[in-house]
């Protein structure tokens, strides 16, 4: 045994594993400027990022389903991360765009595609996701982006202009907005 068999070894069930970990293709790269805030998109930019959400979101099983359809609000599957419970919404690319504009949000893209590699990420090695909101508090917290693209427990999305569709706030009391915003 040489001095290099243990590294050879070690590497070889990195290599063995990765494939293991990896099996998720997260679809083309989004070719927008990092910087560029949702706010700030045209709409064809925004139609972009929608079909980039559409085509990035983890798990053909989490596809599709029955949506939940108000004239202000939509719910629709969502894959839920972390002991925080903080969830990816797979809606249809029209809807993304009209959630995109419910509010000025000044999140930018750079932040929206760190959150959505976190939870890409997380699909893959199916964990549990615990940092995700270590990995999403930029965009989350930025402002006018609560409620756009990700929600919580009893949470609609918006998809109409100063929309709320809180059916309760983070602590799970009734904020009274109601999945309809009134």
Do not use: K
Not at 57 to 69: H, K, L, S, T, Y
């Amino acid at each position: 045994m040489n001095r290099y068999t243990p590294v050879v070894v070690v590497a070889l069930a990195l290599a063995a594993c990765r494939s293991l970990v990896l099996p998720f293709d997260a679809g083309p790269p989004l070719d927008l400027d990092p910087s560029l805030t949702i706010d700030s998109l045209s709409d064809a930019q925004a139609v972009t990022v929608c079909d980039w959400l559409a085509q990035g979101f983890p798990g053909p099983e989490m596809a599709g389903g029955n949506p939940v359809r108000t004239t202000t609000c939509l719910s629709a599957a969502t894959y839920w991360c972390g002991t925080e419970a903080m969830g990816w919404s797979n809606i249809d690319p029209s809807d993304c765009v009209l959630n995109l504009r419910h509010s000025p949000c000044e999140g930018t893209i750079g932040a929206l595609q760190q959150c959505v590699a976190y939870y890409q990420q997380q699909y893959a090695q199916q964990t549990r996701c615990d940092g995700v909101v270590q990995a999403c508090s930029e965009f989350w917290t930025a402002p006018g982006c609560d409620q756009t693209i990700f929600t919580v427990p009893g949470d609609f999305l918006p998809i109409a202009p100063d929309a709320s569709c809180l059916e309760g706030g983070a602590d799970g009391s009734d904020d009274g907005g109601g999945v309809d915003g009134g």
